[in-house]
Structure formats: C-alpha cells, structure tokens
C-alpha cells in the first residue's frame, strides 16, 4: 500500500482535459512540494512537474500542477495519443525522512 | 548533459547480495547541489525509493528496507552504489538512479534502469 493515494485509472479523449489526484498527509504533501512523473510504456520515470506547479524545460504546457493542503492534483488539457502513460506522484515525508510515491495512475486516452 | 548508468548483475541468487552501480557522466556526483538515489520498480507494479546519499556520505534509506541496505558513493570514479542483502524474489525488480535535486525539486535525471531477477 503506497503512501499517496492516486486513483489507479483515468482516461479521456483526445483534446479533453483530464486531473489527476494525490492524498497525502501533514508529514508528506502537507509540509513538502508534490513532484509528478510521466512514464511512458516501457520507459523510465521522467520529472513532469516539480516543487507543485514548475514544469522543466520541455515539458508543454498543457500539463499543470497545483497543490491543496495535504493533496496535489495534475492537469493534462488538450489530452494527446502520446500522453498515454503511467502518472506517479512523489514527496519527501518528514516522518520516513525519506521520498513516499503514489501507486500510479494509468492513463489512456481514448 | 548529465548521464546516469546502472550497471550490475541482472540474476542473483536468493539470500543473496545485489550490487549495482551508478555512473555518473556530464556531471559531478561530488556537486553540493544534489543527492543521488536509488529508486525501483517491481513487473507491473509502482515506484518504490531504495535510499539516497550525498557525496559526503550522508544516506537516507528507506524504512522498510534499511536493515539490507548499504548506499557508498566513490568521488573518484563519479560514481554510487547500492546493496542490497538477503535477496528474495520479491527483490526482482527494474532499479533506477537518479538524481535529487531537493525535495522540493525532486529527481530531474534518470538512468535507463536495469533489471534485477532473484532466482536460484
């Protein structure tokens, strides 16, 4: 049992806008960034947002973070074929003093 | 750019000891500016942290498995390592390194990862 919470699945059709959900608690979100990885299929994890909101260099702009209290979300709008991939959320907890993730989400864009 | 490369063997034996190896290229595993982790996943499941350390030594390992775990990193040949003993099945799984900007900034650089089979 992972120490986020995302939703297992998510889909949506092309050019829609789909969110992403991470739970977390005081310790992890609460007190720290929510960072998020894509991971494509049969690839490794790649940062997608950092410190909440801040994307790195090459990553659209279609995808947007934002964090509330203990949770984070991420937003795809304008949902492309190639964004279909696993989506992992991340923070450092406090309490562990180390990094937690979430299970992942499986994307598919329909 | 910075690189990362796992490398190691990819079958051990059970109660084994895993080791594997990161090298770093275009870049300083003795930077200030980051730590270096371990990451990795198991067939079909999610992301699980190994541990982290800084070039000055100083590790953070995950909870569960910190009692298996020893993370070295060696200045002179830009590189860090992990093992892991007492290896079981439930050890199989693609390892990763990569590199930690901050908790805030989270892991930017990835290694390919490498696969790890537990078997006799």
């Known amino acids: 049992q992972s120490v986020l919470t995302q939703p297992p699945s998510a889909s949506g059709t092309p050019g829609q806008r789909v969110t992403i959900s991470c739970s977390g608690s005081r310790s992890n979100i609460g007190s720290n960034a929510g960072n998020w990885y894509q991971q494509l299929p049969g690839t490794g994890p790649k940062l997608l947002i950092y410190s909440n909101n801040q994307r790195p260099s090459g990553v659209p702009d279609r995808f947007s973070g934002s964090k509330s209290g203990t949770s984070a979300s991420l937003a795809i709008s304008g949902l492309q074929s190639e964004d279909e991939a696993d989506y992992y959320c991340?923070?450092?907890?406090?309490?562990?003093?180390?990094?937690?993730f979430g299970g992942g989400t499986k994307l598919t864009v329909l | 750019q910075l690189q990362l490369q796992e490398s190691g063997p990819g079958l051990v034996k059970p109660s084994e000891t895993l080791s594997l190896t990161c090298t770093v290229s275009?870049?300083?595993?003795?930077?200030?500016?980051?730590?270096w982790g371990w990451i990795r996943q198991p067939p079909g499941e999610g992301l699980e942290w190994i541990g982290s350390i800084y070039y000055t030594g100083n590790t953070f390992y995950n909870p569960s498995l910190k009692s298996r775990i020893t993370i070295s990193v060696d200045t002179s040949k830009n590189q860090f390592s992990l093992r892991l003993s007492s290896v079981t099945a439930a050890d199989t799984a693609v390892y990763y390194c990569?590199?930690?900007?901050?908790?805030?900034?989270?892991?930017?650089?990835w290694g390919q990862g490498t696969t790890v089979i537990v078997s006799s």
């Open positions: 991340a923070a450092w907890d406090d309490s562990l003093n180390g990094w937690v």
């Open positions: 275009g870049g300083s595993v003795s930077s200030s500016s980051y730590y």
């Open positions: 990569a590199r930690e900007v901050s908790s805030e900034g989270g892991m930017d650089v």
